[in-house]
């Protein structure tokens, strides 16, 4: 049996863990990512965490690396060009650095993709050949899974979170308007609700000193109806985005997960509305929606079957 380490660096956690080629868990270690330390001590821990793991599980020979980070990637040069979430990182050539120090195959690729890779080895995907699956957490990533394989696209593919819902909406942070994640992202929710707020909408909200996407829901499951509405507003968006894809690539499967997707309950019956207006030559009963099933882990999980689709 061989293991595959795969890693799962965020803007607050770095993820890390060992898994066999059947999929099966041998050891998970997680820790602050201490992005403001800068690039090299970064790089310096994913170096760390494999020898902490080769040293740890001798017994298991290492087939490769898998590690996925937030942000723009050129994974085949092995470039992290852009991390929002890591400052300082631009243009680093991460897989030239680490091999300096780490003898087995590497290979990088955006988070999102992982996530979606993930799923469709161990998770919700398990079984379809294609679907797309979206995160809603405080951005909202996208991964393309196409006859089981990540579609990379000739760039950074999948930015699903910036697909166009509204041309004069609301400045997204990619410097664009009116995108996907201005409508159904957790940082969004919360914006939008103190933009009613202080344009005079009431809201059982307004007695909380700061607001967090969690008081939104929490405030939706108690009837409030700016919260409701919100939510209503996040399914609309998400219809739109979703029929878009599933119109121009003719997939019948969609996985949402990331901390949003706990809100379920609250946007889909909107979505579900949207969708079915939206959706053309492809019959609505034929759509399947799913809530992804790995969490947090489905980004390893994603990482280590980089690798062994890379290596098979
Ligand atoms: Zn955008």
Not at 57 to 68: L, M, T, V, W
Not at 69 to 88: R, T
Not at 209 to 237: E, H, N, S
Request: proline share 4%.
């Amino acid at each position: 049996m061989k293991g595959l380490i795969g890693f799962d660096i965020g803007g607050t956690n770095l993820r890390c863990g060992l898994i066999s080629e059947e999929g099966k868990i041998i050891a998970f270690y997680t820790q602050p990512t201490g992005a403001q330390r800068g690039v090299e001590k970064l790089i310096q821990e994913i170096i760390s965490q494999v020898k902490r793991i080769e040293k740890e599980h001798s017994e298991i020979p290492i087939a490769g690396i898998g590690i996925g980070i937030a942000g723009i990637l050129k994974p085949i040069q092995g470039i992290v060009c852009f991390s929002p979430n890591l400052p300082g990182w631009r243009q680093i050539p991460l897989l030239k650095m680490l091999r300096q120090s780490i003898p087995y195959p590497i290979f990088i690729e955006n988070d999102a993709n992982l996530i979606a890779l993930g799923e469709a080895w161990q998770g919700a995907g398990r079984g379809e050949k294609n679907f797309f699956l979206l995160t809603l957490g405080t951005g909202i990533g996208g991964g393309i899974i196409y006859q089981g394989h990540l579609w990379s696209g000739e760039t950074s593919a999948a930015e699903i979170g910036h697909i166009k819902i509204d041309p004069y909406g609301e400045r997204c942070l990619c410097g664009r308007r009116g995108c996907l994640e201005t409508f159904a992202s957790a940082s969004w929710l919360v914006r939008r609700a103190y933009k009613h707020m202080h344009l005079g909408m009431p809201s059982i909200l307004a007695k909380y000193p700061k607001i967090t996407a969690k008081d939104v829901f929490t405030a939706a499951q108690r009837g409030d109806i700016l919260a409701c509405y919100l939510f209503q507003l996040a399914g609309w968006a998400l219809g739109i985005g979703i029929a878009t894809l599933c119109n121009t690539l003719g997939f019948k499967t969609v996985i949402i997960g990331g901390g949003m997707s706990n809100a379920w309950e609250e946007f889909i019956g909107s979505l579900k509305g949207t969708l079915t207006k939206e959706l053309l030559a492809i019959d609505y009963s034929e759509v399947k929606i799913i809530k992804s099933s790995l969490g947090d882990m489905a980004g390893i999980y994603g990482a280590c079957y980089l690798v062994k689709q890379n290596l098979d």
